[in-house]
């Protein structure tokens, strides 16, 4: 029987049925616009700030300070072009790093081409920022912190909670993209000191589309799209119902069952790294080891190309993604690869599987085994490791002499 294993949890995540099931209504019986006055509709209105509500009590918010979105690369734009529109006057300097997704990074350059100023953090090896470069790059005209709370490739969670206090012992306003953490990890924004946050459905078991931003009373930002009221006339235009009641019912699902969850996912998660280092020769973990996301793996193998390895894993129905972008055109390789210390070489032979609570240990081991038959495929039919093999023998054979 073939197989078909989904380890690429990252890019996307199924819609949990009990999240389409709440959604359902929305489009069918109750499609009235929130806006309108009878009763019909009214109830809609009330149904978006329960969900706002929900959400606001897993991060230690208020209700009000939830803004919905389409999604996470909305609410990273927002963050950063309207607080840096909105505090102009102060200053026109911001703090990111390198490793951002690139909703943050395009949008920083935008800023950039718009007059603004900004740092690019280094990150080390395990691609965490350092705290001492961050203080070092503060200065009296910056405005802005954005650091993700975990990192979509190599899934490196980041000191929020230390980052935040600096900023605000210097008065700077923080962001942090959770796209990636949010529902899997847990957030306190009083805690960490946490400003705006984003968030989207689809990284949690929601649907595509819907998202948010939380954006902490005083602070002041532009309203992103102008028209009607909604979002407290943030964010205009009649909100997405079914979306806003999927992304709540995920948000509670996700929060019900993340330790649970959270705790086979990581269980399964080092259980993969463990094998694939110790039995595939050549090959590297990329990220923090222990500090990063339950269900992200992340692979260098030397003398192997990224693509080829995807192409055979999908030919035995295992998705997963690679840290190489020649699929889109770009022979760059992963910006947070890179920015990690890789060279080009081995950035190009990575690749990523980020798992759900669904995988079984009996799965992990089809993928090792998979892996396994694979690169010694590719590296068979490589010249590179051909000549490394050679040298390494030679070595071998002088040392014995
Ligand atoms: C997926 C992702 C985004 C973009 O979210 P969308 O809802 O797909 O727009 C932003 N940041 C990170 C870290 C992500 O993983």
């Not at 209700?63 to 309207?82: C, P, V």
């Amino acid at each position: 029987m073939s197989r078909f294993l989904y380890l690429d949890n990252a890019a996307t995540t199924k819609t949990a049925p009990e999240v389409l099931e709440a959604m359902l209504p929305y489009f069918t019986e109750k499609f009235g616009n929130p806006s309108s006055v009878y009763q019909f509709a009214a109830g809609n209105k009330s149904v978006i700030d329960e969900q706002r509500d929900l959400i606001a009590a897993t991060l230690g918010a208020k209700g009000k300070e939830i803004y919905f979105t389409a999604g996470g690369s909305e609410s990273d734009n927002w963050a950063l072009k309207a607080t840096a529109e909105a505090y102009a006057q102060k200053g026109k300097h911001i703090i990111t790093t390198k490793i951002e997704h690139h909703a943050v990074l395009h949008s920083a350059q935008y800023l950039e081409k718009q007059g603004y100023e900004v740092t690019y953090l280094d990150v080390d090896e395990d691609g965490k920022v350092r705290l001492q470069d961050l203080e070092a790059a503060i200065r009296p005209d910056t405005i802005l912190i954005s650091v993700m709370y975990a990192n979509n490739e190599i899934g490196t969670i980041q000191p929020i909670r230390e980052i935040g206090a600096i900023a605000h012992e210097h008065g700077i306003l923080f962001h942090t993209d959770a796209v990636q953490a949010y529902g899997h990890l847990p957030i306190d924004v009083d805690a960490c000191h946490i400003d705006m946050l984003s968030a989207s459905g689809h990284k949690l078991n929601g649907p595509k589309g819907i998202g948010f931003l939380y954006i902490r009373t005083g602070v002041k930002i532009r309203s992103f799209i102008h028209g009607g009221a909604q979002e407290r006339k943030r964010r205009a235009g009649t909100e997405n119902v079914p979306g806003i009641v999927g992304l709540g019912a995920a948000v509670k699902r996700a929060f019900a069952s993340m330790e649970e969850r959270t705790g086979k996912e990581k269980e399964m998660r080092d259980y993969l790294i463990g094998r694939v280092l110790e039995e595939i020769p050549y090959t590297r973990l990329n990220g923090h080891p222990t500090d990063r996301l339950p269900g992200n793996t992340n692979f260098s193998f030397r003398f192997i190309e990224g693509e080829s390895l995807l192409i055979r894993l999908d030919m035995k129905g295992i998705c997963g993604s690679s840290g190489s972008a020649c699929t889109s055109g770009s022979l760059d390789p992963s910006h947070v690869l890179l920015a990690i210390g890789l060279p080009h070489e081995i950035a190009h032979g990575s690749l990523r599987l980020t798992l759900n609570e669904e995988i079984t240990r009996e799965d992990i081991d089809y993928v090792v085994e998979s892996l396994k038959e694979i690169a010694e495929g590719l590296r068979r039919m490589s010249p590179l490791y051909e000549d490394f093999m050679k040298k390494q023998a030679g070595r071998a054979s002088e040392k014995n002499r």
